[in-house]
Structure formats: C-alpha cells, structure tokens
C-alpha cells in the first residue's frame, strides 16, 4: 500500500515533524508499504503557532470556515495527496494526559485492522471513534479513504519530547511493515467513542476539577467532581458514566471546551 504521512497539521506540534524529518532522513528503511512524508503547515510551523489564519485540520471536506494560509495549504495537499494514497497517518500531540492514542474517523476494515494491530503490538494503546465517524468530517485524515489520527501527550506545545518522538516512530514503523492480512475480533477489542463536549461554566471563573484534570479517560461518575472555582465551590457530573479525554487541552481553551467526552465500548 502506498501511504502519505503527515506531521505538522499544527505548526506548533514539532513532534511528528521530527518523525517525518527522521523518516525522510534515513534512506536505510526497507518497509513491506511505500510512503511519502509531508510538512502539513509549514508556514504556522515556521511562527511556532497552532495556524496562521484558521484551523488546518478543519479545513477539509464540507467545511467552509477555512482561511487563508490554511484554505490555500489544504488546496495544496488535496492536490498532492488525494487519489493517489491509500492509507493516510496524521500525526499529532496534545497537551493533554492522552498517552498513546490513535483516532478512528474511518471504519473500513483497513483502518480497523491498522488500529487494531497497533492495540496488540502496544497494549496500552487507547483507540478513540470520532463522533465523526463514518460521516463526512472536515479533518486532514478525509483526503484518503483509510487512515489514522495519531495523538500522543502529553507536551506542552513547540517542545520535543523524544520519548514520543520514539513511541510515534515506533507506530509508524509498525504500521509500515504491516500486511493488513490478520483477522480481528472487533466485539472484543475495546475502544472510547466519543459523543459530546463539555465546556467551562460561565461566571465564577470554573476551572477543571483536579480530580479529572490530567487523568484523561477515567470514568467520571454521576456525583463525582467536575468544575471548580478558586473559593473551593464544586460543581458536580450529573449523568451516566463517562469518559473524559482531551481534558484541559490548551488549544480547546479559545473555544471554552473543558474536555471531550466519550463512552467505553467495542470497535463493532
């Protein structure tokens, strides 16, 4: 299979950018699938922010609300890139207690297996379902009809951190040498889909309790701690159990979101 790799959908996530760099750099790899790396935002990556003028990974499919640098970058990669790969890994960190992730917004049976075999090769391996999943969406990962998101934290944003460096190498590596023949029993392969977002109370200056802050899918029960504000007042979950990820990520904060939620499930 032909894969295209990209690193920096965000100019300010330097570590898929050193993974592509490494890729690009050793001509001693033999792997069973061909690739190429792409810089996804180089001019964001060249001011150290997230975007220059609106979100890359958003630019895609349906959506209209591109702009600028980033509505003409992502004309530049469907042309590159559309039609001519079959398998797509987008690489990403997050400042948020993630660990390894990989995010499903594909559900054919190659994305599947690829998320699948990096579960059994890296057991703590979290696999998220987008609540996009299987609908058209607007992120990088739609240019090709098979892929994943990878997200691996946390890092704080324009840092290196080599052991992700190493763990995400890793994941492509594994990805690149994998012939997609084995068989999966979706049923018992755990998974979290995400259904919803929370978003930061207005008023009272709310923050994040510490409870969930940094333990980011842990089941988060009716009753428990939610929000807190510097006086000590606590404002509490009501609900059915849920798990919370992508919790405090520093690039949600423009968009009040406190987290992203989902429900602990099987792949199918």
Partial sequence: ????????????????????????NNSD????????????????????KRYVNSDLNRAFGNDESSLGNEKSRASELQSDIVGKYDFLLDLHTTTSSMGLTVILTHLDEISLKSACYLKKMIPDLKIIVSVRAGKECPYTISMVSSGLTVEVGPVANNVIKAE??????????????????????????????????????????????????????????????MF??????????EGETIYPLFVNEAAYQENNTAFEFAIKSTLK
Avoid at 3 to 8: D, K, M, T, V
Avoid at 30 to 45: D, E, I, M, V
Avoid at 196 to 209: A, N, T
Avoid at 228 to 237: C, H, K, P, R
Wanted: hydrophobic letters at 35%; aromatic letters at 12%; glycine letters at 10%.
């Fill in 29 to 48: 790899h033999s792997f069973r699938n061909s690739f190429k790396t792409f810089l996804g935002n180089p001019k964001a990556y060249e001011l150290g």
């Fill in 228 to 237: 807190i504000n510097i006086d000590g007042e606590v404002l509490s979950y």
């Fill in 164 to 225: 992700l460096v190493i763990a995400t190498r890793k994941m492509v590596d594994l990805l690149l040498d994998y012939d997609f023949s084995e068989k999966f029993d979706y049923q018992t392969t755990d998974c979290f889909k995400t259904i919803g977002i929370k978003s930061l109370p207005e008023g009272g200056e709310w923050m994040v309790h510490p409870n969930i802050d940094g333990h980011d899918f842990m089941e988060l029960k009716n009753g428990d701690p």
């Fill in 1 to 24: 299979m032909k894969f295209a790799i990209i690193g920096g959908t965000h100019g300010n996530e330097p570590v898929g950018i050193k993974v592509i760099e490494s890729l690009k």
